[in-house]
């Protein structure tokens, strides 16, 4: 059974950067051909995909969050991670890490989610 985790602050204030981490156990983040994803959910824009890390390492991106979003991962530690900087209260949400598969659509695995809210 795969179980994937979020942790991370929850209370971020404006234009700091937003770290959030994504501790997976049961199954590898480098176990072909899975593709390890951050997602959120705010009331007014409802599920947003953020980006993925690939089980190679390489990253992919949402074109509107780019420019402000970077993932890492801890192989050792079977750990992925989200930072998105210059935050706005906009970027308050539920932030969730999911796993997905190469050529399939949706996710077989999610998070419980993490409330991330940006204020001062």
């Known amino acids: 059974q795969v179980q994937l985790q979020e942790s991370g602050p929850g209370l971020v204030k404006p234009s700091q950067t937003l770290s959030l981490t994504c501790t997976v156990s049961g199954g590898s983040i480098t176990t072909s051909y899975y593709y390890w994803n951050w997602i959120r959910q705010t009331p007014g824009k409802g599920l947003e995909w953020m980006g993925a890390?690939?089980?190679?390492?390489?990253?992919y991106y949402s074109p509107s969050l780019k420019s402000r979003t970077s993932f890492s991962r801890d192989t050792s530690k079977n750990q992925f991670s989200l930072q998105l900087t210059s935050v706005t209260p906009e970027d308050t949400a539920v932030y969730y890490c999911?796993?997905?598969?190469?050529?399939?659509?949706?996710?077989?695995?999610w998070g419980q989610g993490t409330q991330v809210t940006v204020s001062s």
């Open positions: 999911a796993r997905g598969y190469r050529g399939l659509r949706g996710y077989d695995y």
């Open positions: 890390k690939s089980y190679e390492g390489t990253n």
